[in-house]
């Protein structure tokens, strides 16, 4: 564990916690009559991004330094990083299903190697499961499959 850089983050990321929290009391309350309206994930998310970052900050108090340094994974950054913006350019065109598909078997392909065809199933079932239970059973709208498919 990289101590300064662990402070850093959490400062960072209690900061983009913050953020969030002020920018859902800026969204409507409530859509349509629902109960739960668009301000409800932000604001949930902000909460529990301010809650972890004050425990790694906390952490980095109780944690003793480490002689050893670990080299960085730059590599696997750049990929997920580049994936992340490759899945927010073309989730519109080509649709949730495909693109969350190919996001995560990306993601899981970068981090273990040897096991595609888990990483196929858990990619398959989750992407598919999320979109069946978000637009049939909630009645939510994403973007389905793309014109030409």
């Known amino acids: 564990m990289e101590i300064k850089f662990d ?3 959490s400062v960072m990321f209690l900061t983009i916690g913050v953020l969030f929290i002020i920018g859902s009391k800026n969204l409507s309350s409530s859509s349509y009559g629902s109960v739960v309206g668009p301000d409800i994930f932000p604001l949930i998310l902000g909460g529990a991004l301010v809650l972890l970052s004050i425990r790694l900050f906390y952490e980095t108090f109780n944690a003793k330094s480490e002689g050893s340094k670990e080299k960085l994974q730059y590599k696997p950054f750049l990929i997920i990083f ?3 913006l490759v899945y927010i350019l073309t989730l519109e065109t080509v ?3 495909i693109t969350t598909f190919l996001f995560l078997f990306v993601c899981f392909q970068t981090m273990e190697r040897s096991k595609w065809i888990n990483s196929l199933i858990i990619s398959a079932s989750f992407s598919g499961l999320v979109y069946f239970l978000f637009v049939e059973v909630l009645k939510g709208t994403l973007p389905g499959w793309p014109i030409w498919f």
């Open 95 to 97: 649709g949730y299903v």
């Open 82 to 84: 580049t994936a992340t």
């Open 7 to 9: 402070r850093i983050a």
